[in-house]
T-cell receptor, first 111, second 117 residues
Framework: LAKTTQPISMDSYEGQEVNITCSHN???????ITWYQQFPSQGPRFIIQ???TKVTNEVASLFIPADRKSSTLSLPRVSLSDTAVYYC????????????FGAGTRLFVKA | GAVVSQHPSWVICKSGTSVKIECRSL??????MFWYRQFPKQSLMLMAT?????????EQGVEKDKFLINHASLTLSTLTVTSAHPEDSSFYIC?????????????FGQGTRLTVV
């Protein structure tokens, strides 16, 4: 399973766009990139998944460059409720058969 | 998305007793379920992979005799923490996938907070 590296923490203000970048230099050809969000004392929640270029849903956008060695989760106009830990996973569809989690990025949104 | 339900949401037990945690997939058949443990301010740590009808596969360092996993049906997996001790206090989370279906992501339960006193 490809290892991922993310910033440990990020701060932002309400209404701003937040971009969280994840490095995955050893990503395999068949690997997808999946992002999860976790609030305290809750299970992770799927945000978005992509293979290449750009993917957008009602919650976020995922940008993947051509070499796929990194990816950027973009959260538009964050609110206080977006304060959470965000995990980037690389593997087969679903973040890998075992869905191994890295350290994640703790996002803190301020008023 | 699909729903995975864990029960109980929290439990307090005395040291030396056993605790069972249930993980149910409510609207899909989970051929494979995963159990995680999470300590405060840390990431999720995979404990074991549970396949329906077969023995669970445990990650290195996880005691299979202490953390008993049963996946008797396509919608239910249980984790039993045997002879619990205070160091077993943690947040336990399950996830489920239908590897024979078209779902692309793993679905997680809401977690179970175990406190051993």
């Amino acid at each position: 399973l490809a290892k991922t590296t993310q910033p440990i923490s990020m701060d932002s203000y309400e209404g701003q766009e937040v971009n969280i970048t994840c490095s995955h230099n050893n990503i395999a050809t068949n690997d997808y990139i999946t992002w999860y969000q976790q609030f305290p004392s809750q299970g992770p929640r799927f945000i978005i998944q992509g293979y290449k270029t750009k993917v957008t849903n009602e919650v976020a956008s995922l940008f993947i460059p051509a070499d796929r060695k990194s990816s950027t989760l973009s959260l538009p106009r964050v609110s206080l409720s977006d304060t959470a830990v965000y995990y980037c996973l690389v593997g087969d569809k679903g973040g890998g058969f075992k869905t191994i989690f890295g350290a994640g990025t703790r996002l803190f949104v301020k008023a | 998305g699909a729903v995975v339900s864990q029960h109980p949401s929290w439990v307090i037990c005395k040291s030396g007793t056993s605790v069972k945690i249930e993980c149910r997939s409510l609207d899909f058949q989970a051929t494979t379920m995963f159990w995680y443990r999470q300590f405060p301010k840390q990431s999720l740590m995979l404990m074991a992979t549970s396949n329906e009808g077969s023995k669970a596969t445990y990650e290195q360092g996880v005691e299979k005799d202490k953390f008993l996993i049963n996946h008797a049906s396509l919608t239910l997996s249980t984790l039993t923490v045997t002879s619990a001790h205070p160091e077993d206090s943690s947040f336990y989370i399950c996830s489920a996938r239908d590897l024979q279906g078209t779902d692309t992501e793993a679905f997680f339960g809401q977690g179970t907070r175990l406190t051993v006193v």
